[in-house]
């Protein structure tokens, strides 16, 4: 590649990446999942839009897995530990029989409705049966749920892959020689399932007990480091023919609830690269679809995708969370928001590598059943939540302050502290006198955060945290400067803090 092929690399790379976040920015304020978006713009820029050209699957493979695993991080780092605790079982369940139950009724579905072969209707059941990470991650999380619900969707989301990917490779493999038994199947499963959790868990604690006690040189080495250890985990489970999917999720869920250095930083850090991840890998799907094609598996596609919605689903639900006895609403739920996405897309294109015949057809299928079906259910999930009244309006919602919605709110956060020789030593919170739109949320003294009330008495070495609006920005950071300068009567005697 010559140095001006590389710019023009560039430029369109860096176009193209900023139109996915103005898109993914419009797509957010409708309810739209972001993935339909990039989907269609890496149909514009394909065969039918500007022409480019791509059609090796291998590579999208290779790139898809990649993807996944820094999709898969972020999830875990994100995860709430407790909420995840609670919901572990049904979540572990929905990803296990759920899985095998959605494979098997879309097989069978198909196999009778459409005439397919028993190895064609087992791949696509195979293929469809997992939800999808990032699906269900940007959907849901803006949607005040129950933890123990939202934590059953996004476990079931960050486990059911392995399975699927699992199944898909088998069933594929098998293509030109006899199909894996049963038992074969479900003995590769449970080892790969077991090794993976086992290996993420001791690179989770051994990455606590690195980071916890190495001082980097710079604060930013720690979000590398984090996500560095999350795909080494990857490798290590692959290595040992386990799950490395499941051991990324796991190792990032034991270094997300950790306390180590920069944590907000590092989880900050792997939103980013997931972003990255997912306009590339969703651009770079919908580079790989041919338009052509698709009009004649739309037919098929609109009934494998009822079935998937309307039976498959809810029957797989209803079979793995029986023993759990969950509420019928919250069922009615779990079975509405099985989002599909790039996991499915991404693992049809394993039979067409396995060279599966008719694995051209199934990537169509595929494609046309996420987006059709993601189109259609993504928006109106809040509208479901609320007719099954699942919502949680009262529950705490925890806010990570770097990814708090201030724009929206037209605030600003401002961080400062109390140096030795400040006037603000011995003010009491009232006479700090901020403006009406602003206010000290929290002091950390000693180590120890805790909220002030009018009469606390500020101390040398106290950190405040105040919450202004942004049009009180500049008014209180003035206010300030002139207590630090002035003491408790500064404006009094002409101190106004410029």
């Known amino acids: 590649m010559t140095l001006p092929e590389l710019d023009l690399v560039l430029l369109v790379g860096a176009s193209v990446v900023l139109a996915a976040i103005v898109a993914a920015r419009v797509a957010h304020a409708i309810g ?15 065969e039918a839009g500007l022409g480019i050209h791509f059609d090796d699957t291998a590579l999208a493979q290779a790139l898809g897995l990649s993807a996944l695993v820094l999709i898969l991080a972020e999830g875990g780092l994100t995860t709430n530990l407790t909420h995840a605790r609670a919901a572990a079982p049904a979540a572990l369940l929905l990803a296990t029989v759920g899985v095998a139950v959605t494979a098997a009724v879309v097989a069978v579905a198909v196999h009778g409705l459409l005439n397919d072969s028993w190895r064609s209707a087992l791949l696509l059941g195979a293929v469809l049966a997992p939800t999808d990470a990032a699906a269900v991650f940007s959907v849901l999380r803006r949607l005040p749920l129950p933890p123990r619900l939202s934590g059953m969707l996004e476990g079931e989301s960050g486990l059911n892959d392995p399975p699927a990917v699992l199944a898909v490779t088998l069933l594929s493999a098998g293509a030109a020689h006899a199909p894996p038994s049963v038992l074969v199947i479900a003995g590769e499963v449970v080892y790969q399932l ?5 290996i993420g868990v001791l690179v989770g604690l051994a990455g606590v007990y690195a980071l916890r006690r190495v001082a980097l040189p710079a604060s930013g080495l720690y979000p590398i480091a984090v996500l560095a250890l999350i795909v080494a985990g990857y490798g290590a489970a692959s290595m040992a023919r386990a799950s490395g999917l499941l051991a990324v999720y796991i190792s990032a ?19 980013g690269i997931a972003w990255l991840a997912q306009i590339g890998l969703f651009v770079m799907l919908g580079l790989l679809v041919t338009p052509a094609r698709l009009p004649a598996q739309i037919a098929s596609a609109v009934v494998a995708g009822l079935v998937l919605t309307l039976l498959a ?17 919250q069922q009615a739920f779990l079975s509405y928001a099985g989002l599909r996405g790039a996991v499915p897309i991404v693992l049809a294109t394993i039979p067409i590598n396995a060279h599966v015949p008719g694995a051209s057809q199934l990537f169509d299928l ?22 099954l009244n699942v919502l949680a309006v009262t529950e705490p919602q925890e806010i990570d302050v770097e990814s708090a919605p201030l724009e929206d709110l037209h605030a600003e956060l401002l961080q400062t502290s109390i140096p030795p020789g400040s006037r603000l030593d011995g003010v009491e919170l009232f006479e700090l006198r901020l403006p009406a739109e602003a206010n000290l949320a929290l002091i950390v003294r000693g180590g120890r955060g805790f909220v002030p009330g009018p009469t606390t008495r500020l101390q040398t070495g106290d950190r405040l945290l105040i919450v202004a609006s942004r049009a009180a920005r500049d008014r209180t950071e003035r206010r300030l400067r002139a207590v630090s300068r002035a003491g408790r009567l500064a404006g009094w005697f002409g101190e106004y803090g410029r």
């Open 253 to 271: 869920v034991v270094l997300g609830n950790a306390r180590l250095p920069h944590r907000a930083a590092a989880r900050g850090f792997a939103e």
């Open 32 to 46: 739209l999942p972001g993935l339909l978006v990039f989907l269609g713009l890496g149909l514009a820029l394909g």
């Open 194 to 198: 077991a090794a993976g959790a086992a």
């Open 313 to 329: 689903r809810p029957v797989a639900v209803l079979a793995a969370t029986l023993p759990l006895r969950l509420p019928w609403r």
């Open 366 to 387: 595929v494609f046309l059943i996420v987006g059709g079906f993601t189109l259609a259910q993504g928006p109106t999930l809040p509208w479901a939540a609320r007719r």
